[in-house]
């Protein structure tokens, strides 16, 4: 078992579960790349809802994990050296999880930048692009 308590996002969003991975998102198109990377490696997490309705993502307890205010984040209790280990940033957690998992990114280096190269265009480049389409598409001049 191991203590979360150090993170004060734990006190907003209480683990039942804190020897599981915990899952901090909404499923937005980021969020739900994390859920489907969880889903696809087979780990077990628990999962919370951060709500944008009530600005969930604002909170003081939120930004201690993310200061960027962004879904998603995660906390693995059974991180690097077996210490509980905090990220956010899609990409950065995708990739946790495949070393972590040892799944969907290649050992070789050759095959590993190359997964890498199509996170990084996902990223950078078609993520926030169809992101805008959206956003200007559906919300954007509407009350
Ligand atoms: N680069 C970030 C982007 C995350 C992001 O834009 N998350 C949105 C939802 S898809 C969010 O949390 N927005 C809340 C806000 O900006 O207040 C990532 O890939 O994790």
Not at 10 to 38: A, C, E
Not at 43 to 54: N, V
Not at 91 to 110: E, H, N, R
Request: cysteine-free.
């Amino acid at each position: 078992m191991n203590n979360l308590t150090a993170f004060p996002i734990t006190k907003k969003w209480p683990p039942k579960q804190p020897d599981l991975l915990q899952l901090y998102s909404l499923p937005t198109p980021n969020g739900v790349k994390v859920s489907i990377m969880l889903e696809e490696t087979g780990l077990a997490y628990e999962p919370h809802l951060i709500s944008f309705d009530s600005n969930d993502q604002l909170s003081p307890e939120f930004l201690s994990l993310n200061p960027n205010n962004k879904i998603p984040a995660i906390i693995d209790p059974h991180g690097p050296n077996g210490q509980p280990f905090a990220l956010f940033e899609s990409g950065a957690i995708l990739l946790y999880l495949a070393d972590k998992t040892k799944q969907f990114i290649p050992l070789d280096v050759v095959g590993r930048y190359h997964t890498i190269q199509w996170l990084m265009f996902q990223m950078g480049g078609i993520g926030p692009m169809f992101g805008q389409v959206g956003f200007f598409n559906k919300f954007a001049g509407k009350h």
